[in-house]
Nanobody, 119 residues
Framework: QVQLQESGPGLVKPSQTLSLTCTVT??????????WSWIRQTPGKGLEWMGAIAYSGNTDYNPTFESRTSISRDTSKNQFTLQLSSVTPEDSAVYYCNRGSGWYMFDYWGQGTQVTVSS
């Protein structure tokens, strides 16, 4: 059974970099054919896939966010991290981490964490 838990600051100032961590309990994030995504939900745009890191360490990003987004991992802690730079109030959202069995597949979700961008 896999469990995912997001953590990070609930409030970020405009122009700063948002950094969120997903801690995975259960399988290793390097287990073959697992893909680890970040998805956010806003009232106006619904669910938006931001990007993912594969079991191999390869990454893929939504072109909408690619210039501002970086996803990395710490295999020793079984964690993966989202960094979103130059945030604006429009980046305020609930951010979820997720595990899928392929690119763009979303099987298991964390509970989500609210991030507000405000001065």
């Amino acid at each position: 059974q896999v469990q995912l838990q997001e953590s990070g600051p609930g409030l970020v100032k405009p122009s700063q970099t948002l950094s969120l961590t997903c801690t995975v309990t259960g399988p290793s994030i390097t287990t073959d054919y697992f893909y680890w995504s970040w998805i956010r939900q806003t009232p106006g745009k619904g669910l938006e896939w931001m990007g993912a890191i594969a079991y191999s360490g390869n990454t893929d990003y939504n072109p909408t966010f690619e210039s501002r987004t970086s996803i990395s991992r710490d295999t020793s802690k079984n964690q993966f991290t989202l960094q979103l730079s130059s945030v604006t109030p429009e980046d305020s959202a609930v951010y979820y981490c997720n595990r899928g069995s392929g690119w763009y597949m979303f099987d298991y979700w964390g509970q989500g964490t609210q991030v507000t961008v405000s001065s």
